[in-house]
């Protein structure tokens, strides 16, 4: 038993450095003497006793093939070898025979049990504190997130060294690593329509503030990409807006244009998506429900279309809306919306907190999602407050992904009927709507503005308009 033992801790130790930032030591090795050799191990590991022999240092079919240190979260998702280039990493052998490792630490911001999933292909392993977490030890192809799942118990604050390694045999490749808090997994797993306390779902993410060890990330440079803008208001009492460096999942260190002015309800804000007056994001766009971006490059708030990896990948509460086009005291406002930013922005504005009920989501995966989701009259939002968006007597719906009979679609905003007056969604007539506003609208094909069919109480701006949309 004794050399038993000895033979497991044969597997090359490097000791885990507490960095003071998101950072991912990395490892990458030649196995099966890169050529599928099966005399030392098998080809692929059957039990974690094979996985340690295959990054063992004693076999000589394994050599140390590349290693180094990246900050990009794109080292925990990844399933090709262009993905791996764009940071810097290099892969063996055409793809064939490699393992891999990383190892950094975890920070997590809540007490209790975290839910971790790990998908490769082939087999992998990750570890807490040297104690095994997941352990899947097969060939396959990369399943979908959620087949394999550990737990490990955690108190917020402490650090926690974590390792994870995967190994290829021959085939396609790939790592995927999320997880999820104690507060995350107690959500529901769908959405209903109608009551938005229950129309939040769970999700894995990355929250790569719980891989954080002290506040040096300030968004100045690549390589201090700030997790998000909160960050940077909280850990250096930044409230200057502008162009930062954000440590997005997935894509890593991404500049965003960032509102940190405390104004718009204390701040903390990023671009996901800005429009100009036109129909890039009508409520059919695939921009809306698909992983793609537009002008990424263009992190201003001048005029344009443009839609940022935020969208994408950054795991939202809040949602904000700024319409540069349209003034704070629009038709006599005092309110200015949701929030009143006479002296500073000086735009109409809308604002969501937690519009997936405080469980966070990343944008695209929640218009993809929800569906219909009322929040309530429309005519006692803050955001209409009857100064910018027409409005009919009936139906007055207030929410998201709103669908109906006479294509009336929106992604966030609302739609209005005269008919059965007072009768409040989703018990009014909705088969002849005919006014609309808000932001990804099916009427006029708007990326964003006010809709008159006919048959209005209150007549708006009547016209497509230019919208900021940032999140936190």
């Known amino acids: 038993m004794v050399g038993l033992v000895h033979a497991q801790v044969l597997t090359p130790f490097h000791s885990i450095q507490k960095q003071p930032?998101?950072?991912?030591?990395?490892?990458?090795?030649?196995?099966?003497?890169?050529?599928?050799?099966?005399?030392?191990?098998?080809?692929?590991?059957?039990?974690?006793?094979?996985?340690?022999?295959?990054?063992?240092?004693?076999?000589?079919?394994?050599?140390?093939?590349?290693?180094?240190?990246t900050n990009s979260s794109r080292i925990l998702d990844w399933q090709s070898t262009g993905e791996l280039s764009s940071i810097g990493i290099n892969i063996p052998n055409s793809g064939n025979y490699f393992a891999f490792k990383i190892q950094g630490t975890f920070i997590p911001q809540e007490t209790g049990t975290y839910t971790f999933t790990l998908e490769s292909d082939d087999a992998s392993d990750f570890l807490i504190e040297g104690n095994s977490v997941i352990g899947t030890?097969?060939?396959?192809?990369?399943?979908?997130?959620?087949?394999?799942?550990?737990?490990?118990?955690?108190?917020?604050?402490?650090?926690?060294?974590?390792?994870?390694?995967?190994?290829?045999g021959a085939g396609g490749f790939g790592l995927?690593?999320?997880?999820?808090?104690?507060?995350?997994?107690?959500?529901?797993?769908?959405?209903?329509s109608l009551l938005p306390a229950n129309t939040y779902f769970q999700s894995w993410k990355q929250n790569l503030q719980e891989l954080i060890t002290s506040p040096d990330m300030d968004g100045t440079t690549s390589a201090k990409a700030a997790p998000n803008a909160q960050y940077l208001q909280n850990a250096f009492n930044n409230h200057t807006d502008g162009v930062y460096w954000i440590n997005l999942p997935y894509v890593g260190p991404t500049q965003l244009y960032c509102l940190l002015n405390t104004s718009t309800d204390g701040g903390g804000w990023m671009m996901m998506m800005k429009a100009t007056r036109g129909t890039t994001f009508?409520?059919?766009?695939?921009?809306?429900?698909?992983?793609?971006?537009?002008?990424?490059?263009?992190?201003?708030?001048?005029d344009g279309d443009a839609?940022?990896?935020?969208?994408?990948?950054?795991?939202?509460?809040?949602?904000?809306?700024?319409?540069?086009?349209?003034?704070?005291?629009?038709?006599?406002?005092?309110?200015?919306?949701?929030?009143?930013?006479?002296?500073?922005?000086?735009?109409?504005?809308?604002?969501?907190?937690?519009?997936?009920?405080?469980?966070?989501?990343?944008?695209?995966?929640?218009?993809?999602?929800?569906?219909?989701?009322?929040?309530?009259?429309a005519k006692s939002y803050s955001g209409w407050n009857g100064g910018v968006f027409?409005?009919?007597?009936?139906?007055?719906?207030?929410?998201?992904?709103?669908?109906?009979?006479?294509?009336?679609?929106?992604?966030w905003g609302f739609s209005w009927n005269e008919n059965a007056p007072l009768a409040l969604f989703p018990n009014g007539d909705e088969g002849s709507n005919d006014v609309s506003g808000g932001i990804g609208m099916a009427y006029g094909?708007?990326?964003?503005?006010?809709y008159i069919g006919c048959c209005q109480d209150f007549g708006g701006i009547n016209r497509t308009a230019r919208v900021e949309i940032y999140i936190r």
């Open 445 to 450: 094909s708007y990326s964003a503005g006010d």
């Open 137 to 168: 030890y097969l060939g396959q192809a990369v399943p979908a997130l959620g087949t394999h799942t550990g737990t490990y118990s955690v108190v917020a604050g402490k650090s926690y060294s974590y390792t994870i390694r995967m190994q290829q």
């Open 21 to 69: 930032k998101v950072q991912f030591d990395y490892w990458v090795y030649s196995t099966q003497a890169g050529n599928g050799s099966a005399n030392q191990y098998p080809v692929v590991a059957a039990s974690k006793s094979d996985m340690d022999n295959i990054f063992s240092n004693a076999n000589s079919n394994t050599t140390l093939y590349q290693q180094g240190r």
């Open 307 to 377: 839609k940022f990896e935020a969208m994408n990948y950054y795991y939202a509460k809040d949602i904000m809306a700024l319409w540069p086009d349209i003034p704070w005291n629009t038709n006599s406002s005092t309110t200015g919306g949701s929030i009143n930013t006479n002296g500073t922005y000086n735009n109409w504005c809308w604002l969501q907190n937690n519009f997936n009920n405080g469980i966070r989501i990343t944008p695209v995966n929640f218009f993809y999602s929800a569906s219909r989701l009322f929040f309530g009259d």
């Open 390 to 411: 027409s409005s009919q007597t009936s139906v007055r719906f207030y929410g998201f992904n709103y669908t109906n009979a006479s294509n009336a679609n929106i992604r």
């Open 282 to 302: 009508s409520y059919s766009s695939s921009y809306w429900t698909s992983i793609n971006t537009l002008n990424p490059a263009n992190t201003n708030r001048n």
């Open 176 to 192: 995927r690593f999320y997880w999820r808090s104690p507060i995350q997994n107690t959500a529901p797993s769908s959405y209903t």
